[in-house]
Structures are given as C-alpha cells and as structure tokens.
C-alpha cells in the first residue's frame, strides 16, 4: 500500500511563492506517475501537474511558466513550485500516485490548503 503526506500549504498573497512536498511511502516509487490535483470551492477537482518516474512532465495551462512540478527519486519526494501566486490558486492541493501500470490515480493525499489573498 502507498501512503502520501503532503506538506508546505499556507496563506499567502498575491506574487509570493510556496513550494508544496510529498513523500511517498510504502511501494517502489520509480514505478509511479506522480500528480498534484487541486480543489477549489465549489469545484471539481483538477490536474494542476504530473511527472512521469523519466522527469517528463504535464503542466496545465493555467499554471504554466508559474508552476514547476520536480521529483527525487533518492527521497521519494516530489516537489510543487509554484511561483506569481494568484488568488484563483487558491484550494486544496492533492498529491497522487498512478502506477503505471494504471490508467487512473490509485493513491492519494489528505490534503494542503493554499490560500492567496490579493
């Protein structure tokens, strides 16, 4: 079984920057595909980015040239730099696990909250 704990949410304004980190545990991390999903209020979840175990990465377009999603393999960890906040940034973050084997994600995290006041 994986286990996920993601770290680094906070409130924040406008322009500053937060780097977002999860751990992964329990499984053969360079076998997994790893994504940060967020939610805002009264939305449906999205995919913010993902990297595949070769660094190959997915931004969406709403975060692109702000955001950079990067992985250690030597930690298990994979970071979230996400830079020129916007208050539309605003929401849970998710980190998750899809093998890739898989086509959905099959783990997930509890969740960090990020706020961006303007």
């Known amino acids: 079984q994986v286990q996920l704990v993601e770290s680094g949410g906070g409130l924040v304004k406008a322009g500053d920057s937060l780097r977002l980190s999860c751990v992964f545990y329990g499984q053969t991390f360079s076998l997994y595909v790893m994504g940060w999903f967020r939610q805002a209020p009264g939305k449906e979840r999205e995919l913010v980015a993902a990297i595949t175990p070769g660094y190959s990465t997915y931004d969406a377009e709403s975060v692109k040239g702000r955001f950079t999603l990067s992985r250690d393999h030597a930690k298990n960890m994979v970071y979230l730099q996400m830079n020129s906040l916007k208050p539309e940034d605003t929401g849970i973050y998710y980190c998750?696990?899809?093998?890739?084997?898989?086509?959905?994600?099959?783990?997930w995290g509890q969740g960090t909250q990020v706020t961006v006041s303007s």
């Open positions: 998750a696990a899809q093998h890739r084997s898989s086509s959905t994600y099959d783990y």
